[in-house]
């Protein structure tokens, strides 16, 4: 019941925040339209590091306890994660090209991105291929290590200033942006983050059950 | 309709990439469930059946012959 109204809840969280996109944001002076991209663009990739946030405490907490309630939110977490990684690669890509000139650059953030993508897609292979006690310890182990990188995506354009832009919204931002771009972020942001909480409660009851 | 720019393709593309890669996967994490819970209906219910006690009229299984 809690999952089905979480579903909805996404679904009509999604539909405001595409009205917010399209309708009530103005388009950038700079960037005209594409600019609309970020405003899905960046909540995917949020909601992919809180992911991978949960994948680590899944894991930290299923290595100290052996509970296999947490291995399961672990994977589940985990596969949602690479979902949303590869949307904010493909989604990153579509607006680079009438910004950039280009669908790939081998920028930090960009590259620092594919490496985050591969490590969990490491993760889930972890799973699939090693038996079940020692594949979800090694994966565990993998879920931990691999969240190194999440921090190092996140500073990455504040370390190396290169091609992708600043962060646009949080402690590192340089500018504040207008109070209605931060508002359909916000929406966006809520909306993504309520789909992934969806996703990940389908995906952990299916890990469940498999294992009846 | 919307009024977009010669950008408004790309725009358009990436959300719609997004919604059908969401929607994809969330039908298909549905299908997987439900066939789950029905495969453990279906294994709960052979149990029972073969739990269950079964009338026989043979007399000699009945024990009515020696």
């Known amino acids: 019941m809690a999952t089905r109204i979480i579903g909805i809840s996404s679904a009509l969280l999604l539909a405001v925040s595409a009205y917010g996109m399209f309708f009530l944001a103005r388009p950038d002076r700079v960037q005209g339209d594409a600019a609309r991209i970020v405003y899905f663009h960046v909540p995917i990739a949020w909601v992919a590091f809180l992911a991978f946030f949960v994948v680590f405490c899944a894991s930290v907490a299923y290595l100290r306890t052996s509970n296999p309630r947490w291995d399961h939110l672990g994977r589940a977490s985990g596969e949602v994660g690479v979902v949303f990684t590869s949307l904010a690669l493909i989604t990153g890509a579509i607006w680079g090209y009438p910004i950039w000139g280009t669908w790939w650059s081998w920028d930090p953030k960009l590259t620092t991105t594919l490496i985050l993508w591969f490590l969990y897609l490491a993760y889930l292979m972890v799973r699939s291929y090693a038996e079940p006690p020692r594949g979800a310890r090694y994966a565990a182990i993998l879920g931990i290590v691999g969240f190194v990188d999440v921090p190092i995506v996140y500073l990455s354009s504040y370390w190396w200033r ?3 832009p600043q962060p646009v919204i949080g402690p590192l931002a340089e500018q504040q ?12 942001l809520v909306a993504f983050t309520a789909a992934y909480a969806f996703l990940v409660r389908v995906r952990s009851d299916i890990e469940r059950l498999s294992t009846i | 309709m919307l009024g977009l720019d010669q950008n408004g393709g790309y725009v358009l593309s990436a959300f719609a990439i997004t919604v059908l890669v969401l929607g994809g996967y969330a039908l298909y994490l549905r299908s ?18 073969a739990d269950q006690p079964t009338m026989t009229t043979s007399p000699s299984e009945r024990g009515l012959v020696p």
């Open chain 1, 162 to 164: 290169t091609l992708h």
């Open chain 1, 177 to 188: 942006p207008s109070t209605s771009i931060i508002w359909v972020l916000l929406v966006s």
């Open chain 2, 32 to 49: 997987r469930l439900l066939g789950l819970r029905r495969r453990i209906q279906h294994t709960d219910a052979m149990q029972m059946t």
